[in-house]
């Protein structure tokens, strides 16, 4: 029954996804739905997750959809995977991932007849232990492909992702021509570097201040002011291809 329902599940967000008009081009695979995103034409790759999935399982999916410039959403079964609203709970490792990637919250999606829900589980707090709050259904127009810079023992690096809704670090107005310039600088680039040229000075400055090979405070302020200037100059890039 449980593979049914998920089919259901993806059939019914495709329905709605073309409904807001923001998918096309789209191959539902079952457990798997694969689309162009208007109006920019990204690449969105959504999962139905039905089974326990492990922390190697999320890293793979990620690794490959963003080396080949696609976006990534998984969509966990409520009833199977998610804790229930209102418990304290402490995060496994693929679900602290998740909830790093997506703003301090994952989603879930839940079958009822011939319908499916599809709703943001809200993980309030700090650490692996979070309170768990449900939220209301997703507005599906408001789907968005966005960039995500993480730097996590178990996942670091930048990653292509995609939410019914940007965490609050990504909806933050286009940086300025002005900003940018000193961002790029804070990664010892030209303000007009590449996306491969930035990408290659943040692995080389990550080497050097990244916590795991430098645990001096020094280090350990100094990776956050790489990983802010990477975030804007990243977002300049993405508001330059606009």
């Known amino acids: 029954m449980t593979r049914f329902d998920t089919i259901q599940a993806a059939s019914y967000l495709v329905w709605r996804l073309q409904g807001a008009g923001v998918a096309h081009h789209i191959l539902d695979d ?11 034409q990204e ?41 229930p609203d209102g418990e304290l709970y402490t995060m496994p490792e693929w679900l602290e991932v998740c909830a790093h990637l997506y703003g301090d919250k994952v989603y879930g999606f839940e079958v009822a007849g011939r319908e499916a829900y599809f709703i943001p589980v809200h993980l309030q707090g700090q650490g692996r232990q979070r309170m768990v709050r449900y939220g209301g259904n997703v507005n599906y127009g408001a789907l968005r492909a966005y960039r995500v810079c993480l730097s996590l023992p178990n996942l670091s690096g930048t990653w292509r992702v995609a939410s019914f809704d940007r965490p609050q670090a990504q909806q933050a107005d286009a940086t300025p021509a002005s900003a940018a310039a000193a961002y790029y600088q804070q990664l010892g ?3 007009r570097a590449t996306l491969d040229q930035v990408k290659r000075a943040y692995r080389e400055l990550a080497r050097q201040y990244h916590p795991d090979v430098n645990p001096t405070p020094q280090a350990s302020a100094r990776m956050k002011q790489i990983n802010e200037a990477y975030r804007r100059v990243l977002r300049h890039l993405d508001n330059d291809e606009a």
């Open 189 to 191: 680039l030209a303000d």
């Open 30 to 40: 079952g457990d798997l739905i694969v689309f162009k995103l208007r109006p920019r």
């Open 43 to 83: 690449q969105v790759m959504i999962y139905m997750v039905e089974r326990q999935p492990t922390l190697q399982d999320i890293q793979h999916h990620l690794e490959e959809n963003t080396r080949q410039g696609a976006h990534t959403l998984f969509l966990f079964w409520v009833d199977m995977l998610l804790p």
